[in-house]
């Protein structure tokens, strides 16, 4: 997926002006947010349950070349192969050498942002492979041909007139006088459609929620069933995993798994959680003949060690993204990138560079309420401002900020002249406000007073007030 | 998130409070620091006022400035050490200090102690005088409908929730009214702002709406760069709503006009 993260400000923009998202991210606000705080209200360990995740991950963490390696022996004890890809561009030529090692004409594909994060699907249709997404949300977005808006429901900005749009649009072979006025109808549109390719295909593409080290198994979470058929069916299966999903123990996936669905879409576990391991063995009835792990770096490596460690602890939950106000007001598209919300503008910038996604960790009002609902205690707040901390050393940021800020500083650290300059200031404001008691605009304030006024100060500063005494006790004794 | 306990567990009977006035309290709205001065006097503290105080370092340390943000840090922390107490009528910048300077000097040898120790007896007002000095506070009866709005910080870092709906429930005539989300944010987030000022102004709507539809006459918050953002953007829809920082209702020191009025609006 080509990056936009560059245009943030303008694509915030054109997505606030799309009523149609409005009133889809004021559902998403209302419905995830209830539902998780419903689940927990029903788990009243979930806290210490976070607490374990958390140290399970870090400690993962603390020993992934160990793990990896583990994870790795198993798979080909059980018969599979492991492919180390350092870049996007490797594991998309890799790819690309399995299904064509057996001649693959089409690939069904269960949703894995990896998937998103290479571009995968753009590059198997270059070369002559169709990609069929199997995740109803990502199958309507695929017909859309449109990058998914957010982390767990990726046609989330969509409603269902958009989605009925798209259908009678993509199966021009269906009566066209048929009824779709209801999610039920369209859903068994997308079941008959989808029915055929999984059928069919030559190769099944998974994600992984969680790589088992102790097994060699791959975790796939979903609601509908699709990552099941994709692994099952064809001859050829795929995972495609980046490295930080690794898992010591069956134990430990079990410990994780109960804090995931909760936190996300406020279920105590999803519909569907397969465990897979290897290829069929001898004895089974399904599975696939060959079975291929690629397992991707794509820049985690980079992060370990740094201050930005603690992002490889998320499981891709969504729950920052449902409970962040910014992306209510902008939706996942804004973001220009795979990952969204909190999450997303800590991540993108780690693995795009923050000379690319400059905006990201900067549009937050760090107003905590990530952290606090992340089930793996990500201190996505803190994160944010190492970002900011890094483009501030690099002076990427803007240099009309960094005069206003350093002008700030100046003053604030010689409290004689920060008097000696508000002290007139604010009078003169007080002054010129005292009419209407706030401006509808002021010089060098439009970023303030374009969508609000700005109230007027008082008068003079309080502390030049307490410190006079007369003045200071008039004020006070109002209130006596 | 946060422990905040009182630091002292046998807190002296008249402490000396130093009053960390904040930057926008100083300069915009001086009647809260003096109702934050009264209300901690008549619950029995010995307050000053130190000149030599200016901004929390804030601005710096959000948009990466550390450098600038430790100076600052260093500069409050050398004025208010020798106080039994460090009060803020401000979430925010108390959460600053108490939350951000000991992590933001922790490389620092001298300086790491210093913070912490400022730290653990520097508090947001409210929370002040619900917590540490159990305040027994008689505010004027004021008849209205008020609703409440958690700032960020100050419910998120330093876990200030119930307090301030306790000490506002001893104002008689008062009938706070719950919006749907008083613990969203308001869009204000000091420079965000600014930077960002359509994706703000979607966040302030939101607030807007829902403080509107509690039908309620007065907005009161704890820290006043949300109020002034969420009053600069109801008066600029034409709102009749009020806004005010808690303590001027707590003190009973509502006779100047609200956030963004003139006199004649009041009269």
């Not at chain 1, 993204?321 to 902008?330: E, G, M, Q």
Request: glycine residues 10%; negative net charge; aromatic residues 6%.
């Amino acid at each position: 997926m080509e990056t936009q993260t560059r245009r943030f400000k303008q694509n915030a923009r054109e997505a606030m002006a799309d009523g149609q998202l409005a009133q889809a991210l004021t559902r998403l606000g209302e419905g995830f947010p209830l539902r998780r705080a419903e689940a927990i209200d029903r788990l009243p360990e979930f806290d210490q349950l976070r607490d374990a995740a958390k140290a399970i991950k870090d400690h993962t963490l603390a020993h992934l070349d160990l793990y990896l390696e583990q994870y790795e022996s198993k798979v080909k004890e059980a018969g599979g192969h492991v492919h180390w890809c350092r870049t996007g561009q490797d594991a998309r030529e890799k790819i690309l050498e399995i299904c064509r090692s057996v001649n693959a004409k089409t690939v069904t594909k269960s949703k894995s942002m990896i998937g998103e994060e290479i571009a995968i699907n753009d590059f198997l249709e270059e070369n002559g492979v169709a990609p069929i997404e199997t995740d109803l949300g990502e199958y309507i977005i695929q017909l859309r041909k449109e990058p998914p808006s957010h982390i767990i429901a990726p046609a989330v900005h969509l409603n269902k007139g958009q989605v009925e749009d798209t259908f009678r649009k993509a199966h021009t072979n269906l009566d066209p006088a048929r009824n779709l006025d209801d999610p039920k109808s369209l859903l068994e549109e997308a079941r008959v459609e989808l029915r055929d390719k999984f059928l069919n295909a030559d190769v099944g593409l998974t994600g992984a929620n969680f790589l088992i080290a102790e097994t060699g198994t791959n975790v796939l979470v979903t609601n509908e069933g699709n990552a099941d058929l994709t692994y099952s069916l064809p001859r050829v299966h795929i995972v495609i995993a980046s490295l930080e999903k690794v898992i010591p123990t069956l134990e430990d996936t079990a410990t994780v798994l109960r804090v995931l669905a909760r936190s996300g879409t406020g279920q105590d576990i999803t519909v569907y959680t397969t465990f897979c391991t290897g290829p069929k063995r001898p004895d089974d009835l399904d599975g696939p003949d060959e079975y291929h792990v690629i397992l991707l770096d794509n820049g985690r490596t980079e992060l370990v060690g740094t201050e930005f460690q603690e992002m490889l602890r998320c499981i891709r939950c969504g729950s920052c993204l449902n409970h962040c106000p910014v992306y209510h007001a902008i939706g996942g598209h804004a973001y220009g990138w795979v990952y969204s919300g909190p999450m997303g503008a800590v991540l993108i910038p780690g693995l795009i560079g923050i000379h690319e996604a400059g905006d990201l960790p900067n549009a937050s009002t760090l107003c905590g309420k990530c952290e606090t609902v992340c089930p793996m205690r990500i201190p996505l707040p803190k994160m944010l401002r190492a970002w900011r901390e890094r483009q501030y050393q690099r002076k990427g940021n803007s240099a009309a900020a960094r005069w206003a800020l350093g002008l700030w500083a100046a003053l604030a650290k010689r409290p004689k002249l920060y008097r000696a300059v508000t002290g007139p200031l604010m009078t003169a404001l007080a002054i010129l406000g005292r009419k209407r008691g706030r401006f509808k605009w002021l010089p060098l304030a439009g970023g303030w007073t374009g969508p609000r006024d700005l109230p007027a100060p008082q008068g003079d500063s309080f502390i030049a007030q307490y410190h006079k005494g007369p003045v200071g006790a008039v004020v006070r004794s109002k209130g006596q | 998130m946060t422990e905040y306990a009182p630091a002292l567990k046998n807190p002296p009977t008249s402490p000396e409070v130093g009053l960390f006035a904040t930057c926008l309290v100083d300069l915009m709205r001086p009647s809260v620091g003096f109702a934050t001065v009264k209300l901690l006097e008549d619950a029995g503290c010995r307050v000053s006022v130190p000149e030599a105080q200016t901004c929390c370092g804030q601005p710096a340390y959000n948009s990466g400035d550390s450098a600038d943000a430790r100076d600052i840090a260093k500069n409050v922390i050398a004025v208010f050490e020798g106080f039994d107490y460090v009060v803020a009528p401000s979430g925010s910048c108390a959460g600053m200090i108490s939350h951000h300077y000991p992590h933001l000097l922790k490389d620092d040898a001298a300086w790491k102690a210093r913070a912490e120790a400022l730290a653990a007896k520097t508090f947001e007002l409210v929370a002040f005088l619900a917590d540490v000095m159990q305040a027994d506070i008689s505010p004027p009866d004021l008849g209205v409908t008020a609703t409440y709005h958690d700032s960020c910080s100050g419910l998120r870092e330093l876990g200030i929730k119930a307090q301030p709906r306790a000490l506002l429930g001893k104002v008689g005539g008062l009938t706070l009214v719950e919006g749907d989300i008083p613990e969203t944010c308001c869009g204000f987030g000091g420079l965000f702002c600014v930077k960002y000022p359509d994706i703000s102004e979607k966040m302030v709507d939101a607030k807007a709406d829902d403080i509107l539809a509690t039908g309620a006459d007065l907005l009161l918050a704890g820290d006043l760069g949300c109020l002034m953002n969420m009053a600069g953007r109801l008066k600029g829809r034409g709102a009749s709503v009020q806004a005010r920082h808690v303590a001027e209702v707590l003190a009973g020191m509502t006779d100047q006009p609200a956030i963004g009025e003139a006199d004649e609006d009041t009269a």
